[in-house]
């Protein structure tokens, strides 16, 4: 074996060395009486005079670095095996950290959970949405001034049901799951939404809904409000003053807002805050998607999941919940 190889193979065998009997076989192997190293050396004699001068000083380069590499590796393994010996098994170990849900999350779980109870199943829709279903099939066509209230995201491509946005609302899963099911049934959509408007405290480009569904023979608001009564006193786990004021909607006839009473952190006082819009379906909505208007009835409401997590964990800004802050995290 030539120097070259006597190296290479020397270090490549010490690299994974890690106790200190393998170390001594390492030493015997390549410093040892017995070594290729010390036949090379055994072998200059049969040189000529200029050949065991150039092949004697690259061999002595060579057990030089294989020495120094032996000493080195022989201090870390001893470390090494000093801090197992000096290990104390008996000590009680350090706590790995877990993680935890994001409060959006946990919020999500909770409202699903709820309504789960009360015989909705969860359904889920595309981000990316046509024209038609996020507008024109829920009676927002484009000439209708109600498409002011969403400041839509769109996108350049277009489909066969018109150009592509992201969803301003929940609300088209109502439409494509109806295309495809026959009532009755109750169902719940949970999934996130876009808005082109400036941010602040209460407002975001993103966030998140829960929409529901409810259609049967003999549906009424009624209904809902027993249904919707039920479902926030489940949320938050006490008796919450509620109320339900007329509102408009495009897509329910009638529609209505609901509200819960809460205290102002600053002022202390009782005040409403609106945390739901909700209606009963239009007819129109029923001939869309070729249901007999005359036979079905149902309601359909939009929750805000963030809203109901800031009032739940007191936090005072829509923004702190894609902030990545660990701090704010970490309360959760």
């Known amino acids: 074996m030539d120097l070259v190889k006597i190296k290479a193979q020397a270090k490549k065998e010490i690299s994974v060395i890690n106790n200190s009997r393998d170390l001594e076989r390492w030493r015997v192997k390549f410093l040892g009486r017995k070594s290729a190293l010390s036949l090379f050396f055994a072998n200059l004699k049969n040189l000529s005079l200029i050949e065991r001068r150039e092949q004697g000083a690259k061999a002595n380069k060579l057990r030089e670095f294989l020495e120094e590499l032996y000493r080195d590796n022989k201090e870390r393994i001893a470390q090494q095996e000093k801090e197992i010996e000096s290990w104390d098994i008996s000590r009680p170990g350090t706590k790995a950290p877990t993680s935890h849900l994001h409060p959006l999350t946990l919020t999500l779980r909770e409202i699903t959970q709820v309504f ?109 409000k027993d249904i919707i009564e039920t479902a926030i006193r489940g949320l938050f786990s006490q008796k919450v003053k509620i109320r339900f004021r007329p509102s408009y909607f495009p897509f329910v006839s009638p529609g209505v807002e609901v509200d819960i009473k809460i205290r102002n952190k600053k002022s202390g006082a009782q005040e409403w805050m609106e945390i739901m819009g909700a209606g009963m379906v239009h007819p129109d909505l029923f001939e869309t998607v070729g249901y007999n208007k005359n036979l079905w009835q149902g309601f359909a409401f939009g929750v805000g999941v963030e809203r109901i997590a800031m009032i739940k964990y007191n936090i005072p800004d829509i923004r702190l919940f894609f902030s990545s802050d660990i701090r704010f995290l970490k309360q959760f």
């Open 116 to 224: 789960s109870r009360l015989g909705f199943a969860i359904v889920e829709g595309p981000e990316i949405e046509s024209e038609y279903y996020n507008f024109d099939a829920l009676r927002i066509p484009p000439s209708h001034p109600a498409r002011d209230m969403w400041d839509t995201l769109w996108l350049k491509s277009v489909s066969k049901k018109g150009r592509l946005l992201l969803r301003t609302h929940t609300s088209p899963v109502q439409i494509r799951y109806m295309e495809k099911h026959q009532p009755p049934f109750r169902i719940i959509v949970p999934g996130r939404c876009f808005r082109h408007e400036a941010t602040d405290v209460s407002h975001d480009i993103q966030f998140h809904q829960v929409e529901g569904l409810m259609v049967d023979e003999e549906v009424s608001l009624a209904n809902f």
